[in-house]
């Protein structure tokens, strides 16, 4: 923790300069003995304002596994916000970092049956769930609890979609709609997520418009739905363009104005567009190397990798942006791999990422826009290495 290591970094670092950047400064001013993830709450309490102002009165739910840190939901409590909860351990984060119950939603559709019980006794009373069985168990332990209901959507374009996991299918909404009423539950309303990372507002009116569709067959049918839940998607800068969150927001929320007129509840739960941006990497180069003398590409391995914080870069679906301390010069490609003895540990392979032709071991690197599901995602410890350390300024 002495000497800047990024003397020039500034000139690298067009969108974001360094006094508008508490993490990137942070960063550039400190060593560190372990990859470290800087979180900047500063830019995590602005980028809710800005997603709230075009969100307008759509409530924000944080979705809290995109980063825990105690701090940044301190911070998100003082700002009133609402969680997505997805297990007891985030429900008791929240609780002990001052959210009230009815600020906490259990948003997992795969719950523990005494993790619902917990819920329950702790005055939470807003659950989702996509199966008969998952309505039976909430039944069962949080009896008159109120229900959201899960839907599958098709064609995702984002560009880390959530597959067919989570949701039921169109066609099974008026059964469950029914069975949780025959079951004393509230029949709340209807939940769907876009896919994280949906780069563009308008990426939104295709599933919309199936969404759209089944919240009026059910409300035609008797079911008076009161909550739209739109989940998460908002999506971060990783180098290529976005709408800043403000717009982005306004014109999702124009489009459900447009599809569903008067909804009494809106609810959305941003992760990765609230945090992503507010947090970087620091990390370092353990070796730079090539497997032959013809071999084209340089093999770069870091200290951190798929297993240490960096989950996303699975499929190469996240693309998280580079910063040396020798950038300026001539660049060429590389592949990007971590440092544990897995072979699934290589970051970007398919397609090579530009470094510096003057790389070495022992220089420093920020990776970009971090703030979201890095510290999460990294395991207790794989091959022995650290997991990814974090700060909270
Ligand atoms: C993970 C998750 C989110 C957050 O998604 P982002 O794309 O990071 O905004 C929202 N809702 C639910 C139910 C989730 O599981």
Redesign the pocket.
Known sequence: MNAPVFGTFGAAFPVTPFDADPAAAFIAAHHFDRPTLVVSRAKVAAQFDELQAGLGRARIHY?V??NPAPEIIRTLVNKKSGF?C?SRGEIDLCLAQGAKPDQISF??TIKRASDVAYAHGAGITLF?ADSAAELDKIARHAPGARVYIRLIVENSLAD?PLSRK?GCAGSALPALLDHAQTLGLVAYGL?F?V???TRKAEYWNPVLDQVAALWHAARAAGHDLQLLNI????PAYYGQNIDAPRRYAAEVIRAIDARFGDVAHLMA?????LVAQAGHIAAEVMLVSRKSEADLHRWVYLDIGRFSGLAETEGEAIRYQLVTSRDGGETGPCVLAGPSCDSADILYEKRPVQLPLDLQDGDKVMIRCCG??TSSYSSVGFNGFPPLDVIVL
């Open positions: 979705a596994k995109a997505d997805a948003g997992n989702a880390w989570f939940s997520h896919g994280s990372q989940g998460g998607g908002f739960e941003p992760g990765r567009g979201a599901y």
